[in-house]
């Protein structure tokens, strides 16, 4: 009969060992996939019991898990929250600040979500020039390409059917900054992979010398594409942050520093170069983020 208490008593420890771990989600992407384990291993260094349920899916399914209580934190971009919160269109989303200022308050009262301090790195659409026709013809900007553009320079951009007609994207680039490409100077390709982009605007494939990109993509760290500002903030800030609900913060505290010691490091040239190692090298993504934690000493 003590046997079977002990063994009871035990159970249930374990039990209650498991129901306060910290589920850690990501998205299903290569970037979410790193991010994700960058979270995990950290709060696993602080001695935080997680469970690992990163690579979880998209958005709409990680961002719901953590809204119904079935996750307690994971990586999610600061100008989604304007689209959580239906403000596409506010200006508070194309400045850095704002955007997660307001992303932090509204998720805070309205579900009782924390965002920590993001990383600079800013992960948005953007347009994308094979380096050597982007020094060739003085190319930084979206301006400059517009300028390009409307002086009869041989343009071809390569992109899937979303960026080329979606609002957010080709055709908000297009009015914004006053050129037009025609449907001969476009090539729509099947998806939304921007590797099969990056790599048809690198090799000049069917005359393709430009790229729609998104602006941490690995492929560009590797490839030499110069990508294209946006000095006029047509897209919204997309700065990756843990998200954590309230009531596991309150539980576990000392997760708030060093996770935002993590993320504070990932500049876009930084989270570039990681990505390159899992999405162009193959690379295991909690090998990647290890390394990474190591370098910056927050973990041993």
């Given amino acids: 009969m003590r046997r079977a208490i002990v063994s009871l008593l035990l159970a249930l420890a374990a039990f209650a060992s498991h129901a306060q771990a910290v589920r850690v989600g990501s998205k299903a992407d290569n970037e979410g996939a790193l991010l994700g384990q960058i979270v995990l291993q950290v709060l696993r260094h602080e001695g935080i019991p997680v ?10 399914i990680v961002r719901r898990a953590l809204v119904n209580g079935d996750l307690d934190v994971y990586p999610e971009y600061t100008g989604n929250a304007g689209f959580f919160f239906h ?14 200022a307001l992303a932090a308050s509204l998720d805070e009262a309205a579900n009782r979500l924390v965002w920590l301090a993001p990383a600079p790195a800013d992960n948005h659409w953007a347009i994308g020039v094979r380096g050597d ?3 060739a013809a003085g190319l930084a900007t979206l301006d400059d390409f ?20 979606s609002d957010a994207a080709l055709p908000a680039f297009q009015q914004a900054y006053g050129f037009t490409l025609r449907g001969d100077q476009l090539l729509v390709l099947a998806g939304g992979d921007t590797s099969a982009t990056i790599k048809a605007a690198a090799e000049g494939i069917s005359g393709v010398n430009a ?3 998104y602006s941490t993509d690995g492929a560009i760290a590797v490839t030499g594409l110069t990508v294209l500002d946006d000095p006029r903030h047509i897209e919204m800030v997309y700065q990756p942050a843990p998200v954590v609900r ?4 309150r539980r576990y505290p000392a997760m708030r520093a060093p996770l935002e010691a993590a993320f504070r490091a990932l500049t876009v040239e930084r989270l570039r170069r990681l ?3 899992t999405q162009i090298d193959g690379e295991d993504a909690g090998k990647v983020a290890a390394d990474y934690l190591r370098q910056e000493k927050l973990l041993p």
Avoid at 87 to 100: H, V
Avoid at 246 to 249: F, G, N, S, Y
């Fill in 51 to 60: 469970v690992d349920r990163t690579q979880l899916g998209p958005t709409s």
């Fill in 87 to 100: 403000r596409e269109s506010d200006p508070a989303f194309r400045d850095p600040r704002r955007a997660y």
């Fill in 211 to 213: 790229s729609m990109v």
């Fill in 275 to 277: 990505n390159a190692r």
């Fill in 146 to 165: 517009s300028r390009w553009v409307r002086a009869g320079a041989r343009v071809k951009l390569a992109g899937s059917a979303e960026f080329v007609e």
């Fill in 133 to 135: 026709v982007a020094r």
């Fill in 246 to 249: 309230e009531d596991v913060l």
